[in-house]
């Protein structure tokens, strides 16, 4: 390896973590062939000594340059760039964690989607850091992956990065959300319908005084979920503009307490608004969160206040009351999302296939936490 040419260097003065520039400069170097197909590259130590990083982060960099496919670890032989045509089979599924279950159930159903063709799946997961999902998809490479599989950040602001992912070839489809700005292929739930469900449940038992704890995601699908559940307030002579409302940070995923952002939005809520009767959550953890408030807050669940969730835990389930909520089928999505995928990707097909969106619909589960007013 020619130390001139293959020099690596950190700048200390960049706000990128030095795990990122390690990746990029080598992934850099891969594509411009700097560093060519079967060339070993430097022992972690030497990385190490060379950057002046420690070889956590170095090991760091390596594991997620060989998940993307770029490089190959032969043990007892070291790390070798990998051959390009061996990984053109291979798919990318890019998630922003896989620490959240709805992420397990899309997995599941990917590899189920997937099982039947001789295609490869590289799991991508940010740290539910939306940037460094950016990274991960950013970084997707023709040369390397056959096509990918992303659940993206729910904010317009990611609609260029995906549409330079589409112009740089790499065939993907969207799962979970969509954008009416960006015209590729997307499975997604039926989120019009979602909304329309999860408010409709509510009125149905009477509710009027109904709090809604969302968040700032402005993607096409999460707005549907607003249209929808304004359309019921309307047969109803309510107006989703004055629906007691407040909003969380779609960004802030906190890892470490999912639910905390649901608690204090929720008791933000309740204490601008007492006269509430029932609480809805936009998704699961916020749910969660929002039961955990109106409880902390002395109040009974449902007979004091109702609880609605839109998304599901498996702590629903033994959460007490259990939460009612709108099932949104994610091991469905998944699946039908590597099935399209793998008719994009199709060997003998004449042309690429039109853009598909395919809506999938959702499910409401009845547990214990929505009482009736009558």
Known sequence: MNEAEHHLKIDPSLEKPYVLQIQDQLRGKIKQRVLRPGERIPSFRAISRECGVSIGTVKQAINTLTTEGYLRSHPGR?????????????????????ELE??????????????????RLIVQAADLDFDQELDLFENLDSSFVAGAIIYPPPLTSFV????????????????????????????????AAI?????????????????????????ASNQRVRLGM????????????????????????????PWANGREAATRLM?????????????ENISMGVLQAVKAGGHRVPTDISVMAIGELNAFDVSEPGLSCIRIPHEAMGHAAATRLSEIM????????????????????????????D
Do not use: W, Y
Not at 164 to 186: I, M, Y
Not at 271 to 283: C, E, K, P, R, S
């Open 78 to 98: 070291g790390v070798f760039v990998a051959e390009p045509q061996l990984k053109r089979k291979h798919v990318a599924l890019v998630l922003p964690t896989l």
């Open 102 to 119: 709805p992420m397990g159930m899309i997995l599941r159903g990917v590899k189920a989607g997937l099982a039947s063709g001789s295609r």
């Open 160 to 191: 260029e990065p995906l549409r330079a992912l589409r112009d740089r070839g790499v065939p993907f489809v969207l799962v979970n959300t969509c954008f009416d700005e960006l015209d590729v292929d997307a499975v997604v739930p039926d989120s």
């Open 195 to 219: 909304g329309r469900m999860a408010m409709r449940h509510l009125l149905e038992r009477g509710h009027r005084k109904i709090g809604l704890v969302d968040h700032t995601a402005d993607a």
């Open 230 to 257: 304004a359309e019921e307030l309307t047969k109803a002579g309510l107006d989703f503009a004055t629906l007691p409302r407040v909003r969380t940070s779609a960004s802030d995923l906190n890892d470490r307490d």
């Open 271 to 283: 204490q601008a608004h007492d006269d509430l009767t029932a609480m809805l959550g936009i998704n």
């Open 346 to 373: 199709a060997d003998d097909a004449p042309v690429a296939p039109a853009p598909r969106r395919t809506e999938l619909a959702p499910e409401l589960v009845e547990r214990g936490s929505v009482d009736s007013l």
